[in-house]
């Protein structure tokens, strides 16, 4: 994480979560924080603690267990790309080694329909699968020191602190926020500095759970010269299928080419074979 990143701080503690009543938002959770200033010795980067919880939860040889960071209409990799389901049951596939009865999504909002007919991550990553079983997770995911996890639905996230997401080691993590926290920062924050604007905009997706929003933070972002965020931008344009949608997704694409994005030509390059 960029140290610009870091540093960034002085924003409001509490967090609405865009309108999306299929999701039944409600409520309000407290997420426990900690401040690396004042406790050096107890406080640890969010991420970093999230990879020793995963590593603590058990293992299976019949169930193939995946952490991926998502909101509930979109999987993200380790960059904050947008992964079709496609290239992920393709990625997954050479895990199904014949011993693997069913997939576990570790994975905020996996298991849940994200709008009226549009059937959930897990089972659209089912359905490429040839109907192999995949689970999910039913709302925000918690993930604990054990391993052990629970989900939660609420409307408002309140921390007890501001900037990047530190906690103290044994503290449940909200997973959402390990990614999300960035989309917290205030509108003038590092606003020369594309990446910091790309992991904003993931973060209204995938934490504020904001698509609308998001969309508009990639874009932007782009135009700055984050090819990642040009790709996600092209993705999200695609997926809604308007009558100019196509059009800017061929332009994100160019964009992202024209910063070097191999997958940014790949698409592209799909996209015009199948006109």
């Known amino acids: 994480m960029k140290a610009a990143l870091i540093a960034l701080s002085l924003l409001s503690p509490t967090v609405l979560a865009c309108e999306a009543s299929q999701l039944g938002l409600s409520g309000s959770v407290m997420v426990p924080t900690c401040f690396p200033s004042q406790m050096p010795d107890q406080c640890r980067n969010a991420g970093e603690l999230l990879g020793h919880y995963m590593e603590a939860m058990p293992d299976s ?10 909101s509930p209409w979109h999987l993200y990799d380790t960059e904050m790309r947008i992964l079709s389901i496609d290239e992920f049951a393709s990625s997954v596939r050479s895990g199904l080694d014949g011993k693997v009865t069913r997939i576990e999504l570790i994975a905020s909002w996996t298991a849940v329909s994200p709008s009226p007919g549009v059937p959930s991550l897990a089972a ?3 359905d490429a699968l040839d109907g192999f079983p995949v689970s999910g997770e039913s709302g925000f995911l918690w993930l604990n020191k054990d391993g052990t996890h629970h989900t939660t639905r609420q409307a408002f996230t309140v921390r007890e602190g501001a900037g990047s997401y530190s906690a103290s ?6 997973v959402s926020l390990v990614a999300g926290w960035p989309a917290q920062l205030p509108e003038n924050a590092a606003p020369g500095d ?9 973060g209204k997706d995938i934490f504020l759970l904001c698509p609308d929003e998001a969309l508009l933070g990639f874009e932007h972002a782009a135009e700055m010269g984050n090819a990642v965020a040009a790709y996600n931008a092209a993705i999200m344009r695609l ?3 308007g009558k100019s949608d196509r059009a800017a ?6 964009r ?10 790949v698409k592209l390059d799909l996209l015009r074979s199948n006109n």
């Open 61 to 70: 040889d019949d169930v193939l267990t995946i952490g991926i960071h998502s």
């Open 124 to 126: 659209q990553l089912s």
């Open 169 to 174: 080691e044994g503290e449940p993590l909200l």
């Open 194 to 202: 594309a990446y910091v604007q790309m992991r904003a905009a993931a």
């Open 239 to 241: 997926e809604r299928s």
């Open 249 to 254: 997704a061929l332009a994100l694409l160019e």
């Open 256 to 265: 992202g080419v024209a910063l070097g994005d191999e997958k940014s030509r």
